[in-house]
């Protein structure tokens, strides 16, 4: 067993006029109380890291919505959500016992510093008048070397001075060994304090630890009684609309009213094409109605020269219908533009066009197809394509 040191038998100096086997001392337990500082800062910081993922645990609980789900994952979701908002609630539980733990450490740092004080004050009282005595007593002594008539009287004078000293110096080594010994005990509680803190300290850890895997054990627990399939089968008989598609739409002739089907099956076609037509010659687009104009007026007068034999029949169907010729758009005086971007035809009536081409306005339409000419071919771009010159 090792023996125990004392710090009375190990902090004396040869020197008379020194301390520092005291100024040793005191520079230690001013370390100790910047020691302790630091466990405060510690205890600090971490209830401060543990009550701020506390409460962001509880907030991501409390926003973690969820509220689409339904059935057994709807459960598993809100005990998920339970389970994390009491995890940030033992965080922040911690947080506070970090916090009672770091005020006790405080109120030990202040009890050590005032009875630092204390004994700082006593040792200082009596170094002072020791060192004050010995300068006194060399003084005597050199006074009683030198002055041989004086010498009696200051051998008494030596004298008194030797044993004035020798009491400071024994008050000074009576004092000098309760203040190690007081400090030996402030270093002992010191170290027993924070080891014990520090074991405190890691068994909460432990405990949280084994606590939160308890929690989400019981999320676990809830997660395997989660079905897939029950889940999705109550959507469906929850949510369901229908179990068959709509009926298709039967088809309806509105047309032929009086022609048998067996003769008068491709004057039905070509009288559907001729409306058709029609219907593009008053509803279409300006781009549509100059190229479907002729057309439309020659497919009509077909379509009027086969139903000629049937006129007779098929008089009630047309009799309604008044044809009137749409009127040509004014046509505007050639301007010269230049295409500003490459254009390339989609369909048979359009221009390929190039950046930079020069061509020939004709027409510009409402719906933004202009008719232009370019080396005797027109056809029709994009208006916004072109610049003017």
Not at 101 to 126: G, H, P
Request: hydrophobic share 35%.
């Amino acid at each position: 067993m090792i023996p125990q040191l004392q710090f009375r038998d190990a902090f004396w100096c040869r020197d008379f006029m020194a301390h520092t086997g005291y100024e040793v001392l005191l520079q230690r337990l001013l370390d100790g109380r910047k020691m302790c500082k630091d466990m405060e800062e510690m205890l600090r910081q971490r209830a401060q890291a543990e009550e701020r993922y506390g409460k962001e645990l509880v907030q991501i609980a409390r926003k973690a919505g969820g509220q689409t789900e339904i059935n057994s994952m709807r459960a598993s979701f809100d005990s998920l959500k339970q389970q994390m908002e009491h995890v940030g609630s033992s965080h922040i539980q911690l947080a506070l016992a970090l916090r009672e733990e770091l005020r006790s450490l405080e109120e030990f740092r202040d009890r050590q510093k005032e009875q630092r004080k204390k004994y700082e004050a006593i040792m200082d009282r009596v170094q002072k008048s020791k060192l004050s005595l010995y300068k006194k007593a060399m003084e005597s002594q050199n006074k009683a070397k030198q002055c041989k008539d004086s010498a009696m009287e200051a051998d008494r004078v030596y004298r008194q001075n030797i044993e004035q000293l020798e009491k400071a110096r024994g008050e000074w080594e009576q004092e000098h060994r309760t203040t190690c010994e007081a400090f030996q005990l402030q270093e002992f509680d010191r170290l027993t304090i924070l080891r014990n803190a520090l074991w405190v300290h890691c068994n909460q850890l432990s405990m949280q630890c084994v606590k939160d895997d308890e929690l989400y054990e019981e999320v676990r627990v809830t997660l395997e009684g989660c079905s897939v399939e029950a889940d999705i089968n109550s959507f469906i008989q929850a949510k369901s609309t229908g179990t068959e598609p709509p009926a298709p739409v039967p088809y309806q002739n509105y047309y032929d009213r009086e022609v048998t089907l067996s003769s008068g099956n491709s004057g039905i076609q070509t009288s559907c094409g001729m409306i058709k037509r029609f219907s593009g010659l008053l509803h279409g687009s300006p781009k549509t109605t100059l190229l479907s104009t002729s057309a439309g007026l020659t497919l009509l007068s077909a379509s009027t020269d086969t139903l000629t034999p049937t006129s007779n029949q098929n008089e009630g169907v047309y009799a309604a219908v008044a044809v009137q010729e749409a009127p040509e758009p004014p046509t505007l005086p050639a301007r010269d533009y230049r295409a500003v971007y490459d254009y390339r035809a989609q369909n048979s009536d359009e221009l390929d066009i190039s950046a930079g081409d020069i061509l020939e306005v004709i027409l510009e339409g409402e719906d933004g197809w202009w008719t232009v000419e370019r080396n005797g071919q027109r056809g029709f771009v994009p208006g916004s394509y072109l610049e003017k010159l």
